[in-house]
């Protein structure tokens, strides 16, 4: 078998590899053994996935010598609140975890989001692995050390940062993934080429279609590209104390308005909110001058044309939903971005030209909303 692409995650103390390629599943026990402080495991994964690849994933460990076990949370958003983060900790500590025993994150970005926090304070802290099982989570929310849960007040609000040990991006795992799911992933993918990186989008124009629809190549190449621009801007700023990882949240204070406004269910996910925020962030940031309205339609086109939702009537099949340009700005404030009152927006001067900034006049905001609310 071929040996995995390797992008190396380099922080002082902390520095981390992902591995990118398909069987990683398989092979995930032998790849992992010289990291581990001790040969136990403990298996996190959600009630969809674990079905799917947690005997294969716990049998990769047994077949190196450790001891693996798997713990099972309901699949969706309703696991990234502190009732279900409070069920999964009593979980682990009845199985009489120690300080040396890894736990093994399978799943997507929920599944992730809740073991690194959770392996964050168990005991005070103990290792993690992320194994992500979607689109998104390979190329987004599974590097960079990001945990947390969802309150009232927000998605992600109480957290940490936390690094993995390892990453392994199974390829072939996204075979099984239903369309709508890669094209949530699909819209992490390009927001790498829309921050910094014009000749990426170029690429994903040219290449989108293959790699929703399976080329292998593609497939890895665009997991590659978008894991190495995360991990250059989060080796440069790992807790966000300045404004570059922040340009990681092209399109998130909009989308995480939108997904407050649909409840974070099923209607919404997290990737498609995100690609209809990064359409809106281009809109807003034409309608200011700062970019040109003809990018602003390319962007827009683009998205649109492989499949992602950009009207908000509509979205989730439910054609009756009342939007609210003061609403989704009243979420904004609630985002955990905002400060002192001030919201914080990623903003464009081009294709590739992200910047953020805390200086966006409302009532352009709300006349760009309600365009977009009546489009």
């Not at 989704?328 to 464009?348: C, E, N, P, S």
Request: glycine fraction near 12%; charged fraction near 20%.
């Amino acid at each position: 078998m071929s040996e995995p692409r390797i992008v190396g995650v380099n922080l002082a103390g902390r520095s981390y590899d992902i591995a990118i390629g398909p069987g990683l599943i398989d092979r995930a026990g032998a790849l992992a053994k010289k990291l581990l402080a001790g040969p136990r495991v403990v298996i996190v994964s959600d009630e969809t996935v674990a079905p799917l690849y947690g005997a294969r994933l716990a049998a990769s460990f047994t077949n190196a010598g450790i001891d693996a076990a798997v713990v099972t949370v309901p699949a969706g958003e309703s696991s990234k609140e502190f009732a279900g983060f409070g069920r999964l900790l009593s979980d682990l500590l009845d199985r009489g975890v120690d300080r040396k025993t890894t736990l093994v994150a399978l799943g997507g970005g929920v599944v992730g989001d809740l073991t690194g926090f959770a392996a964050s304070v168990l005991l005070r802290g103990v290792d993690f692995i992320q194994v992500p099982t979607t689109l998104l989570a390979q190329v987004d929310s599974s590097v960079g050390g990001k945990t947390g849960i969802n309150t009232r007040h927000g998605k992600n609000m109480v957290g940490t940062f936390y690094q993995p040990r390892l990453v392994l991006a199974d390829t072939e795992v996204l075979d099984t993934l239903p369309r709508r799911e890669l094209l949530a992933g699909y819209a992490e993918v390009v927001k790498y080429g829309l921050i910094d990186d014009p000749a990426f989008f170029d690429w994903c124009e040219a290449n989108a279609a293959a790699v929703l629809e399976g080329d292998a190549a593609k497939r890895t190449y665009a997991i590659e590209q978008s894991c190495l621009a995360k991990a250059r801007i989060v080796a440069a700023d790992e807790r966000e104390t300045a404004d570059l990882r922040a340009l990681l949240n092209l399109g998130h204070t909009f989308g995480h308005a939108l997904e407050a406004e649909t409840g974070f269910g099923p209607d919404l996910l997290h990737g498609e909110a995100v690609g209809a925020g990064m359409a809106m962030a281009f809109d807003l940031s034409a309608r200011i001058g700062l970019c040109s309205e003809s990018e602003a339609a390319r962007v827009n086109r683009h998205l649109a044309s492989v499949g992602l939702p950009l009207r908000l009537r509509g979205i989730g099949g439910n054609n009756s939903r009342t939007w609210d340009s003061a609403r989704l700005i009243g979420h904004m404030r609630g985002d955990k971005k905002a400060a002192a009152g001030r919201l914080t927006f990623v903003l464009v001067k081009g294709i590739g030209q992200a910047f953020v900034t805390r200086d966006v006049d409302e009532a352009l905001l709300r006349g760009m909303l309600d365009a977009a609310i009546a489009a």
